[in-house]
């Protein structure tokens, strides 16, 4: 990030920082407001973490996690695909990645960063919750689709990859 | 400087057998239940003998905790599958790594066993053993024979599924240790049935968008052999046969047969002259007799001639041996009638 800042100033004849701040300000209050999808973060401590010193591979048990952060987003639930694991014959229905989406805004206000290999937890139910891993964090935003118009980035996509109970509880 | 880590808490005081007493412990071992015949050796029970294997000699523990081995092969019957890894599932029903497969690859191909490869055409049966019958009276041999048995390759690949590089490399160990001489033994039935490694591949899923999880296959050929119990033949030898007999000593009170026909020592010999006739001759005696005189009818004297001599006259026995020419003239007492002498005859 460059200290120097320079004002953006495209579209500057029908679009501005305010109509900008103003898009947002209503989108948030939509999503977060209203559509109100909850993601629980589980953020990998990095330090903490017990791991090997040659794979860096978490022990049973190792794996320790900062404190949970609910954090709200669109969620997109992509559909399970039946297939067998490689050319075993096992088969298994394996669940659809998590499609996130996340105003950066909000990530800026609550002070937090995602990052790859962090977890995600989804209640699908008031009893059953899904565990995710982050394997795209979205940080690249430069692409037309994530930026308003054109104008700035506004939102980050992270996709997150299903994972089994007993990976995400390091057993 | 690293201490063994292996303490060997019973140690076996009992020398193993070898040469010609090992070789009979394996026989026995085949004989097992009894029949003087091998059991059948099939694909389902070579399949087993792999499972067991993959079981207890590849059994992998990490951090104390031993990697699942799904208890069949699987197959295409996914109610099977099901059945089999319910126990190490997670809440979708889908296995839960980290866990070890058998996959048999569908396809069995003649055997490249050389100890059992186009040596014996046709099927032939061969001496396999001689078996002592006895069934209450008859005491002798059945011979059994079996053909040669088929040789067959079965692939297997057994791979492994789990998140951790240590959990690969825990089972690698174990699968390199055990075919640290190329091949391995399984224990089917009596026979030890050689594994063989052949390969070792990655099918990681290395996608990034997709759930990680690392995927080694380990190709293994079993060179087995098929014995069918339905081939075996078993023929009759040398019998011997005892039999016993009982006789009751007690007087027989059933009834005698009779013969029939009758067949008498003694019978009537009759010289009956007609009318006009006084001489009888009788030109070749039958047997050898004594004969009697009974009676006499209208006979007042008779005199006897054997073979041409006179021998007397009015004689109430008369000796006759076979082939003996007899004469007998007699003097009627009313000449007009018919007359007859009476004798029994007496066989000697």
């Known amino acids: ?171 | 400087m690293a201490f063994p880590k292996q303490i060997k808490t019973n140690i076996n005081l009992v020398p193993p057998k070898t040469l010609s007493a090992r070789r009979e412990q394996l026989l026995e071992f085949i004989n097992k239940d009894g029949t003087y015949l091998p059991q059948s050796v099939l694909h389902a029970d070579l399949d087993l003998g792999m499972l067991e294997f993959v079981k207890e000699k590849l059994k992998t523990t990490v951090s104390g905790k031993d990697i699942n081995v799904v208890d069949k092969i699987i197959t295409n019957q996914r109610w099977s599958q099901f059945t089999e890894t319910w126990n190490f599932k997670d809440p979708d029903f889908n296995v839960q790594l980290p866990f070890i497969t058998v996959v048999r690859q569908p396809e069995v191909k003649y055997g490249t066993n050389p100890s059992t490869q186009y040596t014996i055409p046709n099927r032939k049966q061969f001496y396999y053993a001689t078996v002592p019958t006895w069934n209450g009276n008859q005491k002798g041999f059945d011979v059994y024979t079996i053909p040669q048995p088929v040789p067959v390759d079965l692939n297997f690949q057994v791979k492994i599924m789990c998140n951790r590089m240590r959990e690969l490399n825990t089972f690698n160990k174990n699968v390199l240790q055990t075919f640290s001489s190329r091949q391995a033994y399984t224990f089917i039935k009596g026979q030890y049935v050689p594994i063989i490694m052949n390969n070792i591949t990655d099918e990681s899923v290395t996608e990034i968008e997709k759930r990680q999880y690392y995927i080694q296959s380990y190709d293994f050929t079993m060179l087995g052999y098929l014995i069918d119990e339905e081939e075996f033949e078993v023929k009759p030898a040398v019998a011997r046969v005892v039999q016993l007999f009982e006789t009751d000593v007690n007087v027989a009170k059933g009834r005698r047969a009779e013969t029939f026909p009758p067949n008498p020592n003694e019978f009537e010999y009759r010289l009956f002259y007609t009318s006009g006739n006084t001489t009888l001759i009788d030109n070749q005696v039958d047997y050898r007799i004594n004969l009697s005189l009974v009676s006499t009818n209208n006979i007042n004297g008779w005199d006897v001639t054997i073979n041409g001599d006179f021998y007397g006259s009015n004689l109430d026995t008369i000796q006759l041996n076979t082939g003996d020419i007899l004469q007998v003239d007699i003097t009627k007492d009313n000449v007009g009638e018919e007359a007859l002498i009476l004798y029994n005859a007496k066989l000697v």
């Not at chain 1, 989108?27 to 973490?49: A, P, Q």
């Not at chain 1, 022990?59 to 987003?73: D, M, R």
């Not at chain 1, 940080?139 to 089994?164: E, Q």
């Open chain 1, 1 to 171: 990030m460059s200290d120097k800042l320079v004002p953006i100033t495209r579209l500057g004849k029908f679009f501005g920082g305010e109509d900008y701040s103003l898009d947002v300000a209503m989108g948030s209050e939509w999503l977060e407001g209203d559509m109100n999808f909850t993601v629980i973060l589980y953020r990998i401590d990095r330090y903490k973490t017990l791991q090997d010193d040659v794979y860096g591979e978490v022990p049973e048990g190792g794996i320790q996690f900062l404190a949970p952060v609910e954090i709200k987003g669109l969620v997109q639930i992509l559909a399970p695909t039946a297939q067998k694991l490689g050319t075993s014959r096992i088969e298994q229905n394996e669940p659809g990645n998590m499609k996130f989406s996340i105003y950066q805004s909000y990530l800026d206000e609550l002070q937090v960063e995602i990052q790859m290999g962090d977890y995600l937890g989804y209640y699908e139910t008031e009893s059953k919750v899904r565990y995710y891993s982050v394997a795209d964090d979205g940080r690249v935003v430069s692409d037309n689709r994530h930026t308003y118009g054109g104008y700035k980035p506004f939102y980050r996509t992270i996709i997150a990859a299903p994972v089994s109970q007993n990976e995400f509880f390091g057993t």
